[in-house]
């Protein structure tokens, strides 16, 4: 052997032992990420495994727009409704959007809330003038065709109010000649049409414009969701809800249709929210009772 070779043999052990020892370390730093994030660049052992990039277009321009813009209700009580004496959205469906707002850029309040009626909330996402819509909506067939649906956030049924000592108490009584008020674009006004389709429905634009007519004689029972009129009830304690809910309501957040990647993000929202318990705290905090299991 030549010299070469005496410090060749040492030399070739060594980076055979480098090479097992930085496959050994390749394996656990690349075992715990996705199999889809790219690796992570050498000499970055420290930094974060790069989290698996979402594809959703609506996700995006949130980001780009440092700002999420919900479309929520600034009519119904405990879900979304404008206080007068602060000029605050508040309910529900608004701390929801909060929380949203905290997963996707940190901060709560980079949000803007804008407000939508039932009959305009499919057509403004459509349009691109929300990203969300979080606003008392049930999931249902036709509407899956239009948008795409979280998981369900929130269990609702359809009932009556009616002014205490009403003869109405029950879907029974509304018959021909019962004047009953409901809200454009909502299932509420499908629904009643069906189950009750001798009675006259009168619908309005919005829910409070709905309680006012009621309150003013204009029609003998307003329906709609259970928890919406319970709202009202709290806003007016004269009048009270009768009768069991004749429709089962889940509520689901809408999305643009296709963009699933961005259901994911608001789906892992909700899952967030249970497991932390907040979800348990913000139902009691609005409904004055725990949800039900
Ligand atoms: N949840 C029903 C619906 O989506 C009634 C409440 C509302 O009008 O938003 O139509």
Redesign the pocket.
């Known amino acids: 052997m030549n010299k070469r070779s005496y410090l060749a043999l040492p030399l070739t052990l060594m980076l055979m032992l480098v090479t097992i020892l930085a496959g050994c370390g390749d394996k656990e730093t690349s075992a715990p990420a996705a199999s889809t994030a790219p690796a992570a660049s050498a000499g970055a052992a420290s930094a974060k495994p790069a989290e698996p990039k979402i594809d959703s277009k609506t996700l995006d321009a949130i980001k780009k727009r440092g700002k999420l813009v919900a479309g929520v209700?600034f009519d119904?009580n405990l879900f979304g409704l404008k206080n007068p004496a602060n000029g605050n959205v508040e309910g529900f469906d608004i701390d929801i959007a909060k929380a949203l707002a905290k997963k996707i850029l940190g901060d709560e309040t980079k949000l803007e809330l804008k407000e939508v009626?039932?009959k305009t909330?499919i057509p403004m996402l459509q349009n691109g003038e929300i990203d969300i819509i979080i606003?008392?909506?049930?999931i249902?067939e036709e509407?899956k065709q239009q948008v795409e649906f979280s998981d369900v956030y929130f269990k609702?049924g359809?009932a009556l109010l009616v002014k205490k000592g009403s003869p109405i108490k029950s879907l029974a009584d509304v018959k021909k000649g019962v004047k009953v008020l409901s809200?454009k674009?909502?299932?509420?006004a499908k629904n009643i049409r069906e189950k009750a389709p001798d009675a006259t429905v009168l619908e309005f634009e919005n829910?409070q414009d709905a309680f006012t007519a009621l309150k003013a004689g204009q029609g003998d029972t307003l329906t709609?969701?259970n928890a919406?009129l319970f709202g009202m009830m709290k806003q007016d304690p004269g009048y009270e809800v009768v009768g069991d809910t004749f429709t089962e309501?889940p509520?689901g957040m809408a999305i643009v249709k296709g963009d699933t990647g961005f259901a994911g993000v608001v789906n892992e929202l909700l899952k967030d929210l249970k497991a932390s318990g907040q979800y348990d705290k913000l139902y009691e905090q609005w409904m004055g009772v725990k949800p039900s299991k």
């Open positions: 209700k119904t009626t039932s909330r606003a008392t909506m049930t249902t509407r609702a359809q809200v674009g909502s299932t509420s829910y709609t969701d919406i309501e509520y």
